[in-house]
Nanobody
Framework: QVQLVESGGGLVQPGGSLRLSCAAS????????MHWLRQAPGNRRELVAA????????NYADSAKGRFTISRDNAKNTVYLQMNNLKPEDTAVYYC?????????WGPGTQVTVSS
């Protein structure tokens, strides 16, 4: 069964850090473009970060540049999102997404709340 599962979310104070993980089962992540997206209440889902199959290129939303880092460990079949200097506006459900051609898989999401 194809599955993506995010973990690592939680409650953190402004300025803090979190590391999100996205673990795949039932397929191999190494052949997929990987993305992290987020959705805050009342907002549309937005792309936060993306990484190519060979990790040769990464892209970030302007809001994430300089604070977030996407990476992948193909040996562990896992993608990460390191988030530093978190702000209240980063509060959202974070989703990982694997894409290859017409195939697109999503995880159920993990909640990140940034609040003092």
């Amino acid at each position: 069964q194809v599955q993506l599962v995010e973990s690592g979310g939680g409650l953190v104070q402004p300025g803090g850090s979190l590391r999100l993980s996205c673990a795949a089962s039932g397929f191999t992540l190494s052949g997929y473009y990987m993305h992290w997206l987020r959705q805050a209440p009342g907002n549309r889902r937005e792309l936060v970060a993306a990484i190519t199959i060979g990790s040769t290129n990464t892209n970030y939303a302007d809001s994430a540049k300089g604070r977030f880092t996407i990476s992948r460990d193909n040996a562990k079949n896992t993608v990460y999102l390191q988030m530093n200097n978190l702000k209240p506006e980063d509060t959202a459900v974070y989703y990982c997404n694997a894409v290859r051609g017409p195939a697109s898989y999503w995880g159920p999401g993990t909640q990140v709340t940034v609040s003092s």
